[in-house]
């Protein structure tokens, strides 16, 4: 081999090794500090499975109700891979923001014409009381679930069993060593936070989502108890297709927003997998939220109560300008 190509094998061998030790060194400290990072969380002896059911009876729920929620977890073959895909979906998603903007389009304005034109008198009726323009209605669904066509295929008790768990040891650790592999992308105001910043966010975050599961598992049970004092069956709540972040129906309500906000033109309860529900629905959360059709700061607070990304509010306003056009 010639003396040159020896000494470029030679710093080519150096920088690789100097890469390899500062990499390791790197994941050692992450190892170390992960470490560090699960004692801060409650010592626990129980398995992650008991620790969730324990919480929700210390939460106040009903061992009856609480063993639902447990048993259609434990169904699930595929549980502990989706309990830490689904914690690290809500837990981690701050890290790379959805870009709503995608969501406008040609063919969205197209499809939401039709929608306007198919639904007018639901949506007529959802203007004239909450007063709130049916093109905004119409457009929001649409960002939603495209009219109740992408709902969500998780179920709705696995998606809060799991998120519950989400500040157990066990689980925590997953997440935070998830966090090594993951990258904030550049619009992500995470993209300024140096690692121990980053691991200080995630574990705030897996304690508020556990806390969050907890109380939205409670109202569940609430609504549980309405519908069968009104002579309904409960295992319909507990089979309820949802997000990754637990909302479910075409206006993609969590519990606690059924709760408050879920309204039917009709006289029976809400149907939220019922379009015209739906239609309604939307108007009451938005006329409840401030919705103000002089004021373009409080739609956007309306919108913001919805999602909190300004980005949303955008496309929403963008989609119904665009469907009033003729």
Not at 86 to 100: A, K, R
Not at 240 to 253: E, K, L, P, T, V
Request: aromatic share 10%; net charge positive; proline share 3%.
């Amino acid at each position: 081999m010639k003396l040159k190509n020896l000494k470029t094998l030679n710093l080519s061998l150096f920088f690789a090794l100097s890469f390899m030790a500062t990499g390791c060194s790197t994941n050692r400290t992450h190892e170390f500090e992960i470490k560090s990072a699960i004692s801060s969380f409650p010592p626990t002896q129980l398995t992650a499975v008991e620790y969730a059911y324990d919480e929700m009876i210390k939460g106040g729920i009903s061992p009856e109700f609480a063993k639902k929620v447990e048993s259609q977890y434990l169904k699930d073959k595929k549980k502990s891979e989706l309990r830490d895909q689904i914690v690290q979906l809500n837990v981690l998603g701050f890290l790379s923001p959805g870009d709503y903007s995608k969501h406008f389009s040609v063919s969205a304005v197209k499809h939401i014409k039709k929608f306007l034109k198919k639904y007018r008198n639901a949506l007529s009726k959802a203007e004239n009381d909450f007063h709130v323009p049916k093109e905004i209605i119409a457009s929001l669904l649409w960002v939603e679930t495209k009219h109740g066509k992408t709902m969500g295929n998780f179920q709705l008790p696995l998606v809060y069993f799991s998120l519950l768990q989400s500040n157990h040891p066990e689980v925590a650790k997953n997440t935070l060593t998830e966090l090594n592999f993951r990258k904030p992308s550049s619009n992500s105001s995470a993209s300024k936070l140096s690692y121990t910043e980053l691991q200080e966010k995630v574990i705030l975050r897996l304690n508020n989502k556990s806390k969050w599961a907890l109380a939205e598992i409670k109202t569940l049970e609430d609504i549980s108890i309405k519908q069968k004092a009104a002579g309904k069956n409960i295992k319909s709540i507990l089979n309820i297709r949802s997000s990754f972040a637990g909302a479910f129906g075409c206006s993609q309500f969590i519990p606690s927003s059924y709760e408050k906000f879920a309204a039917s033109s009709t006289h029976r309860s809400p149907n939220l997998f019922d379009i015209k529900d739906c239609i309604y629905s939307v108007g009451n959360f938005l006329n409840k939220s401030g919705w103000d059709s002089e004021n373009p700061k409080a739609q956007s607070d309306a919108l913001f109560e919805y999602n909190r990304i300004r980005d949303y509010g955008d496309v929403i306003q963008k989609l119904a300008d665009a469907a009033k056009k003729s």
